[in-house]
């Protein structure tokens, strides 16, 4: 008698566990239960918090317009790839890393360009950071101390005129401007009028003979205008000849 209120026990238990199982199914296929769990889930994961970190020089206003529609959605339903994206478009952004902190925060860590130069071609000027991506057009009276550079393709070659110069801190310090000539070679303009023309190769050796001639012979206190190094070893000067 025993075992068989058992079986009937266990009967009743799997129908009734079978009913709710194809039940839960059904309700869930028409949308009743879905929709209930995923607005739970949307309503517990709903950003609530903003975390912009890095940002200096790139407009909060064209960042705030791209993260505006995604305030109070989901974290989880986000496109981070996409978002990325669209605020890396931002001028002065270069690359942006994004991390949902559950449950209720997006983080942004923002890496900005790093202004180098200022190229000026023809009646426009553009800032550039040190690879001589440009990075936008400025005004007159935008980076006005900074290290600037002139004539088609100067951008191209920015690079490796900086990574030269820093080996002669006294001779980049004095630099008023660059001129890039011919396409293949600098001139560079001192504060005090001074041209130094540099030759095409050997820029690194050309600059160690020119720093090493000016201190020895005082070439800008005795009023020299042009010293010309375009032949390798040779420096010529406007009222100097010498061979190292």
Known sequence: MQSLKRKTYFFISSVIILFLFFAVIFFYN????????????????????????GRERSSKSDISKILKQYQKKS???LDLNYIQSELEKVTWIKSVIIRRILPNKLSLTIDEFSPQAIWVRGKDRFVLDKDGNAIERISNDQFQNYFTIKGTQA????????EDLENFPE???????????????????YQGGVRIMLPQDNVIDSLSILETYIKENRLIEKGH?????????KITTDRVNSND
């Open 30 to 53: 028409n949308g009743s239960i879905k929709n209930t769990i995923i607005k739970n889930t949307e309503s517990f994961f709903a950003i609530t918090s903003i975390e912009t970190l």
């Open 75 to 77: 974290l989880l339903s």
């Open 155 to 162: 951008d191209l070659n920015l690079m490796k005129l900086l």
């Open 171 to 189: 001779i980049y310090n004095q630099i008023d401007y660059a001129s890039f000539i011919g396409r293949r070679r600098w001139d560079l303009h």
């Open 225 to 233: 205008k042009k010293i010309d190094l375009r032949v390798s070893g």
